[in-house]
């Protein structure tokens, strides 16, 4: 395999690329549809069929109409290409030419030119050009770190910080009060302590004295 293999098969994808938007911007395949039903309207008036030693002419009285027939839908045919905004008038051309080809070639080229032409007319008056893509809105209010507005605990849609959250964008500071746990200041908290422990009256049954005062 030689050197220049993967140049070559990169400028034909580049090319296909480049052919596939082109086509995709205009009625491609109705101009092609009309063009391909002038040639056998053109042709046949003028064709003769040999069958063995018989030459059979299929030409009529109207041969020169059939080939202008066929020359206009040619014509209309490359115009699709390249003047896509005169692709109403030369469909609506493309399918009177069509009907006009039935008692004029031979039938319409024995059908064949006839109903390419017509359906390549159709295809034409029907085809509209695509919309461009849209742009997706870009978003104006975020929260912290890029996250969406509002998204952030603590952070309303405006900015505003609810009570006991601290504001959008801050850390927690030291005034922020944090779990309890055991001990408060180096003594037991009272979700911890004894039963009793802080009653002065000396009634409690934890001292012994069934709810009376001790004697020492």
Request: no cysteine; hydrophobic share 45%.
């Amino acid at each position: 395999m030689s050197a220049e293999t993967p140049a070559a098969a990169g400028q034909f994808t580049r090319r296909r690329l480049q052919f596939r938007a082109w086509r995709g911007a205009r009625p491609f395949w109705a101009g092609l549809f009309v063009a391909l039903g002038g040639l056998p309207i053109a042709y046949f008036p003028y064709a003769n069929l040999q069958i063995g030693h018989l030459t059979l002419a299929m030409s009529t009285t109207a041969g020169a109409g059939s080939l202008i027939i066929g020359v206009l839908l040619v014509v209309l045919g490359i115009s699709l290409w390249f003047q896509k905004h005169v692709r109403v008038f030369a469909g609506v051309a493309a399918i009177l030419l069509a009907l006009v080809s039935i008692p004029v070639s031979n039938l319409g080229g024995f059908l064949i030119g006839f109903l390419l032409a017509l359906v390549g007319g159709a295809m034409a008056v029907s085809w509209v050009p695509g919309e461009p893509p849209r742009a997706e809105p870009l978003l104006e209010g975020k929260g912290t770190n890029d996250a969406p507005e509002g998204a952030v605990p603590g952070t309303a849609a405006d900015g505003t910080a609810f009570p006991g959250f601290p504001e959008p964008g801050t850390q927690a500071g030291p005034g922020v009060p944090g779990p309890r746990g055991g001990i408060d200041d180096g003594e037991p908290s009272q979700a911890f302590m004894a039963p009793g422990a802080h009653d002065l009256s000396g009634t409690s049954p934890a001292n012994g004295a069934n709810g009376r005062h001790s004697a020492g």
